[in-house]
């Protein structure tokens, strides 16, 4: 019993510094029941790892125009966005990233893509939210 304890009051103490901030991703009305979440908290070496959740979007193939994939975007303030990777969806229609970048504070961006390889956003986003790394 004391060793539960013991473990208990450990991790309520690390747990408020390891879960970091999670922020709400505002749908497009192009997509009105997507929804999705970044969880952001201090990684390695100070940089900033981010958490993407999603839910509720249409396979990227079964949009208009097609697309081949969601990507998503890290986009600091008066600076050009930058691609953290892309996100498959599974059966439910739901996906996740992990993703580490030196960006503390910025814009992220989800946006429809027709290739991986595009080095910055040719569509509207399709979520979109502020994020914030605050210590």
């Known amino acids: 019993m004391m060793k539960t304890a013991l473990l208990l009051s450990v991790l309520m103490a690390i747990w408020p510094f390891s879960s970091g901030q999670t922020f ?48 998503v975007w890290i986009q ?3 600076q050009a966005a930058h691609k953290l990777g ?12 992990t993703a580490v970048t030196t960006v503390q504070t910025g814009d992220l961006l989800i946006t429809a893509e027709q290739s991986v ?3 910055a ?5 399709v979520l979109q939210g502020h994020i914030e790394l605050k210590s």
């Not at 970044?38 to 993407?52: I, M, P």
């Open 24 to 71: 709400v991703l505002a749908p497009s009305s192009s997509v009105p029941a997507a929804s999705g979440t970044v969880k952001v908290s201090q990684g390695d070496n100070g940089n900033t790892k981010l958490e993407v959740k999603v839910k509720h979007l249409a396979l990227p193939s079964r949009l208009t125009p097609p697309a081949a994939a969601y990507l």
């Open 76 to 78: 600091p303030r008066g």
């Open 86 to 97: 892309a996100i498959q969806l599974d059966d439910s229609l739901n996906g996740d990233l």
């Open 117 to 119: 390889n595009v080095d």
């Open 121 to 125: 956003p040719t569509s509207a986003p």
